[in-house]
């Protein structure tokens, strides 16, 4: 792999996606036990308690929806609101311009939980580098209504990625951010290439062309969602409604997602200080009169996300030997490095050769035709 930097005087911002780990609203699902049961079970707490079960032939269960095919509305009616006023989106800038949240951003749901994501169709380009011109987003995790969620922790997550891969929240795939916290996140931008078969992009490994057999483009972390979606749909015959329904009927997939052949990505990272300071904690108290002093460091996440720099770090594969111009000049080259030779000795050295092996097939054929005379002396 060869590496290269190249400048730029603008880069196009990456696709920001954000979402509350616990983004169950708790005022919004019915106060009854029986309810808080199916809660209960699909939540990370079920491990420890292997005994609790539920009677699905009480009519709780019908009365609320839960035998109707879920829409968007119905799981949106259970989470915290995130774009509306008093969501977790409280306010959003760009190079020190608002921007409007209903317009460049839109919502996104994942099992159990609702993000919100960068809008493929508005593009916003970075024309500084630095912590001063950024974007910048004020967050209110709403945390008193806080509900059993698919996680422990208690904070936001969010992942900077390509606007056409669908982002994987697992792992280092995203950052993870506790409430009362002013976060820098600094992003550098990386392109890769690798050469498509026959040559190998990792060892034993193979990259793909933005191409399905379908004609449709390839992306790996879409190729992951697919794989897990058909073996949900294998083990309950059912798809998660996050998917499009009728795609299994068109396309028959297998669970193999090899690096594309091209990809970008954005490495990021943070630095954070306590948000806000005791003494504009105790001033924003006094002005907008919160419900406690401590409201904004309990709910309230400040993030900022800027270009360290206005380039692209490229990492190009390249073959070895592109022609057989190469394999010589390496032959040449290796000989003068370790032999002193050149391509003159070379030369010599295979005229030597060539004469002395002349003069041994000459002289051999002469011997041949040589005849031994017997001359007798008389005395």
């Not at 449709?216 to 294998?234: A, V």
């Not at 003068?336 to 097939?361: D, K, N």
């Given at each position: 792999?060869?590496?290269?930097?190249?400048?730029?005087?603008?880069?196009?911002?990456?696709?920001?996606?954000?979402?509350?780990?616990?983004?169950?609203?708790?005022?919004?699902?019915?106060?009854?036990?029986?309810?808080?049961?199916?809660?209960?079970?699909?939540?990370?707490?079920?491990?420890?308690?292997?005994?609790?079960?539920?009677?699905?032939?009480?009519?709780?269960?019908?009365?609320?929806?839960?035998?109707?095919?879920?829409?968007?509305?119905?799981?949106?009616?259970?989470?915290?609101?995130?774009?509306?006023?008093?969501?977790?989106?409280?306010?959003?800038?760009?190079?020190?311009?608002?921007?409007?949240?209903?317009?460049?951003?839109?919502?996104?749901?994942?099992?159990?939980?609702?993000?919100?994501?960068?809008?493929?169709?508005?593009?916003?380009?970075?024309?500084?580098?630095?912590?001063?011109?950024?974007?910048?987003?004020?967050?209110?995790?709403?945390?008193?209504?806080?509900?059993?969620?698919?996680?422990?922790?208690?904070?936001?997550?969010?992942?900077?990625?390509?606007?056409?891969?669908?982002?994987?929240?697992?792992?280092?795939?995203?950052?993870?951010?506790?409430?009362?916290?002013?976060?820098?996140?600094?992003?550098?931008?990386?392109?890769?290439?690798?050469?498509?078969?026959?040559?190998?992009?990792?060892?034993?490994?193979?990259?793909?062309?933005?191409?399905?057999?379908?004609?449709?483009?390839?992306?790996?972390?879409?190729?992951?969602?697919?794989?897990?979606?058909?073996?949900?749909?294998?083990?309950?015959?059912?798809?998660?409604?996050?998917?499009?329904?009728?795609?299994?009927?068109?396309?028959?997939?297998?669970?193999?997602?090899?690096?594309?052949?091209?990809?970008?990505?954005?490495?990021?990272?943070?630095?954070?200080?306590?948000?806000?300071?005791?003494?504009?904690?105790?001033?924003?108290?006094?002005?907008?009169?919160?419900?406690?002093?401590?409201?904004?460091?309990?709910?309230?996440?400040?993030?900022?996300?800027?270009?360290?720099?206005?380039?692209?770090?490229?990492?190009?594969?390249?073959?070895?030997?592109?022609?057989?111009?190469?394999?010589?000049?390496?032959?040449?080259?290796?000989?003068?490095?370790?032999?002193?030779?050149?391509?003159?000795?070379?030369?010599?050295?295979?005229?030597?050769?060539?004469?002395?092996?002349?003069?041994?097939?000459?002289?051999?054929?002469?011997?041949?035709?040589?005849?031994?005379?017997?001359?007798?002396?008389q005395q």
């Amino acid at each position: 792999m060869t590496q290269y930097t190249k400048p730029q005087n603008e880069i196009e911002f990456p696709t920001v996606t954000v979402c509350n780990l616990n983004s169950l609203n708790k005022s919004a699902i019915r106060n009854d036990s029986r309810i808080e049961n199916y809660y209960l079970i699909v939540s990370p707490l079920s491990v420890y308690l292997p005994n609790i079960s539920i009677n699905w032939s009480d009519p709780i269960f019908e009365q609320e929806g839960f035998y109707l095919n879920r829409t968007f509305e119905d799981v949106m009616n259970e989470q915290k609101k995130v774009l509306d006023p008093g969501g977790l989106l409280v306010s959003a800038s760009f190079d020190f311009s608002p921007l409007d949240v209903k317009e460049y951003f839109q919502i996104k749901l994942y099992p159990n939980r609702a993000s919100f994501t960068s809008n493929p169709h508005m593009k916003i380009k970075s024309k500084h580098e630095g912590s001063e011109f950024h974007m910048t987003l004020m967050l209110d995790l709403d945390t008193a209504n806080n509900y059993y969620g698919i996680s422990y922790g208690e904070g936001l997550q969010f992942i900077v990625h390509d606007a056409n891969e669908d982002p994987i929240h697992q792992g280092i795939n995203g950052f993870y951010v506790k409430p009362g916290r002013d976060v820098f996140a600094s992003v550098h931008k990386k392109r890769y290439e690798y050469l498509p078969k026959p040559y190998e992009a990792m060892e034993n490994m193979y990259c793909k062309d933005h191409k399905n057999d379908d004609g449709s483009k390839y992306y790996r972390s879409s190729c992951f969602k697919d794989c897990l979606s058909t073996f949900i749909l294998g083990r309950c015959h059912c798809l998660p409604y996050t998917h499009k329904r009728d795609f299994y009927k068109k396309t028959k997939l297998e669970c193999d997602c090899p690096l594309p052949c091209t990809f970008t990505q954005y490495e990021v990272s943070l630095t954070s200080s306590l948000f806000p300071s005791d003494f504009y904690s105790k001033k924003t108290f006094a002005v907008r009169g919160e419900k406690h002093l401590d409201y904004y460091r309990q709910n309230y996440v400040n993030l900022h996300i800027y270009f360290d720099q206005l380039s692209t770090t490229i990492s190009q594969q390249v073959p070895k030997y592109s022609s057989a111009g190469d394999i010589f000049a390496n032959l040449g080259g290796q000989m003068g490095l370790f032999l002193g030779a050149s391509i003159v000795t070379l030369t010599e050295l295979c005229e030597f050769l060539i004469f002395a092996f002349l003069t041994f097939i000459i002289n051999v054929i002469k011997r041949g035709q040589t005849e031994v005379q017997t001359i007798s002396i008389q005395q």
